[in-house]
């Protein structure tokens, strides 16, 4: 076969085309992605390509590529009026004249970094479920009398193979005027995303329209992030975070529940405080943006199975109990106007499927975005909240289970402990040999290193401890010898030390003397090792199940994830043994795969079929877990050796 070799980086795929075919034409026919609004005419230039030297780039750059054809000629003046970056050419203009390695730019997409969420600048290659069709559409004519919408789709299955097009109603009554408007050129805005039933036309704008925008959110119990990105370049043009107004309904997610289980409106409430809370994140994200916010065509949706039903308007009383019944776990296609969001009349909503009853989407949206399923090493994904969600797995086999760990370990039920903000304390150390304390509290500068902690107990006026205050601060009274194996405080330490206070039967441990006094009680440690107890009995579940007695990695999600350090967990024994250098926080990784789902369709489509194959396990039927659950009450464990811990 003679005809010239054409290699597409970074998808690698390849083909062989005949000499003087454009190259977008190629793409298309491989199956890579390259954006086109134009169709073609070399004005849109979203089909930008570069051409790198590789082993199939026998002829020079310049000569493999045609530059004085009609279509070269159309590119030359697109460069002229618009400017082409340095080594970019327009791939509709560009054919093909020898072999060739061509790189389809794939935009960083940037994120700006979330308050205390750690930043996430993945690139992700595009296949958006919008795509924006340019097409000059027949004037009317007495002889053929056709009505405007049937020569706009006639149009549009011409140009684009649009062949059964669906029309949103909403812009029935608008097409006459947009065509007029355009001098019968228009930009069809087209959603398409095969789990739909067909193609539909959902919005419609005069003239050439070079631009459309989506929203990925990540409805968290404690705190909503919303990320704007262009559709087109896949860049995010915006972030912005606010706390979920459904806090002041019930702190955690069990009090919201027997919050709509007790009032009867109570669920339409919270209904509507997210959905509220949620247009505020569009108007933010959008006047930040400098865009419309009818500009925003598609958005995608993540949350854990409690705030993915409450969002959707579901009753979520049947996730309150066993069976913990779904009302929908499969992945939803909504229009935003009927989940009460405004943005354009015609955008789209799609929401992750939720992996089980306790799982959500939030964890089939981690799952995708750390992708267990296309390595072959054994990770363990962990997101902590009052309910872990828990996913294990490599390429041949997933599964996973949540783990009712309360919520100690968000600074609940624990007798100083507060959420993570201002005048918190989030890290502690514990001499060794004077047993005095030294922390760190949100709100001060961040800390370089160990000198930090001693300033900031004089500096900023103690609240509280948060979540990984406790973490540390039980790890280190174990490391300090203060605590034993069982968790006992060791009150025979009182005549040593102050710190060291008895509090009826029992010693506290007395972590700051200013005002409030914080002190760790007795029962603050039981709650923290019921709670770590209860999810590394939930991972031991998930090992027994894949057979395996050690992890290859993890992955600490969520913001929780994000500022535990890996081996204070791993010295309480809430993560099994592993290569500390292996253990990482994640992030919001649930944003990151919503947002991978708004930029490419076929993510959806991979995470649905992933979704399909995780093997739910039900932690209160498994007969194991009560005793894993026992053994793991002792620090760091009863039975299971933590080798890495010694090194
Ligand atoms: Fe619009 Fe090439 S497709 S410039």
Redesign the pocket.
């Known amino acids: 076969d003679t005809d010239p070799l054409v290699l597409f980086m970074p998808s690698g795929k390849r083909g062989r085309f005949a000499v003087g075919t454009p190259v977008?034409e190629a793409a298309r026919q491989l199956g890579v992605y390259v954006?086109?609004?134009?169709?073609?005419?070399?004005?849109?230039?979203?089909?930008q390509i570069s051409v790198q030297e590789g082993q199939f780039a026998k002829h020079q750059i310049t000569s493999s590529l045609d530059h004085l054809s009609p279509p070269g000629a159309r590119e030359a003046r697109?460069d002229e009026v618009r400017g082409l970056p340095a080594g970019r050419r327009?791939?509709?203009?560009a054919t093909i004249l020898g072999d060739l390695v061509i790189d389809v730019p794939q935009d960083t997409v940037v994120n700006a970094q979330l308050v205390r969420k750690s930043a996430d600048d993945r690139i992700i290659q595009r296949n958006p479920a919008i795509r924006m069709c340019y097409v000059e559409v027949d004037e009317p004519d007495m002889e053929k009398p056709l009505g405007d919408l049937d020569r706009l789709k006639a149009s549009l299955a011409r140009d684009w193979h649009f062949d059964d097009l669906a029309v949103d109603t909403h812009l029935l009554s608008q097409v006459q005027s947009i065509l007029r408007k355009g001098g019968w050129k228009v930009t069809a805005a087209i959603h398409q995303d095969p789990s739909a039933d067909r193609a539909h036309l959902i919005a419609l704008y005069p003239g050439l329209k070079n631009e459309a925008y989506g929203i990925a959110c990540d409805i968290g119990s404690t705190t909503i992030a919303m990320h704007l990105s262009s559709l087109l370049s896949g860049r995010t043009i915006a972030s912005a975070g606010t706390p979920n107004p459904q806090i002041r309904f019930g702190e955690d997610l069990m009090s919201r529940v027997s919050y709509v289980m007790m009032n009867p409106d109570g669920r339409a409430a919270m209904t509507n405080a997210v959905r509220e809370a949620l247009n505020g994140l569009i108007d933010r994200v959008s006047a930040d943006g400098g865009i419309a916010r009818s500009d925003i065509l598609d958005s995608v949706f993540v949350g854990n199975p409690i705030m993915h039903h409450l969002f959707l308007g579901i009753d979520p009383t049947e996730l309150g109990g066993a069976p913990f019944a779904l009302a929908v776990s499969r992945a939803v296609q909504a229009r935003a106007s009927d989940l009460g969001l405004a943005m354009n009349d015609g955008t789209r909503s799609y929401l992750l499927p939720c992996i089980a009853g306790h799982v959500g989407a939030d964890a089939a949206a981690a799952t995708l975005a750390e992708g267990p399923h296309r390595q072959d090493d054994m990770m363990l994904l962990v997101d902590i909240g009052t309910n872990a969600e828990i996913v294990l797995g490599h390429s041949g086999r997933i599964v996973a289970a949540s783990s009712p760990t309360g919520p100690a370990f968000e600074g609940a039920e624990i007798s100083g402990g507060q959420r993570a903000a201002p005048g918190a304390i989030e890290r502690v150390r514990i001499d060794p040999v004077t047993l005095e304390p030294r922390f760190r509290v949100i709100g001060i500068e961040p800390w370089s290193d160990e000198p930090g902690f001693a300033e900031a107990a004089e500096t900023i006026k103690v609240t509280g401890i948060c979540g990984s205050g406790i973490i540390e601060v039980v790890a280190e009274l174990y490391l300090a010898g203060i605590l034993s194996e069982d968790g006992v405080i060791d009150g025979t330490l009182a005549g040593r030390s102050p710190r060291i206070v008895a509090n009826g039967r029992t010693f506290s441990y007395l972590l700051s003397d200013g005002e409030p006094r914080i002190t760790v009680t007795q029962n603050d440690i039981r709650a923290i090792q019921l709670a770590k107890a209860a999810l590394y009995a939930g991972v031991k579940l998930l090992m027994d199940r894949q057979g395996v007695a050690t992890v290859d990695r993890i992955g600490l999600a969520g913001a929780f994830g994000t500022f535990i350090d890996p081996t204070y967990a791993m010295v309480l024994g809430l993560i099994p043994d592993c290569d500390l250098g292996r253990v990482k926080a994640v992030g919001n990784a649930a944003g990151t795969g919503a947002r991978m789902c708004l930029l490419n369709r076929d993510h959806r489509r991979e995470i649905e079929a992933l979704v399909g194959r995780i093997e739910k396990i039900e932690t209160a039927l498994e007969p194991s877990f009560q005793q894993h659950f026992v053994d793991a009450m002792a620090l760091p464990n009863k039975v299971d050796a933590f080798p890495h811990l010694s090194k």
């Open positions: 977008l954006e086109s609004v134009c169709g073609g005419r070399a004005t849109c230039g979203r089909c697109y327009l791939s509709c203009s």
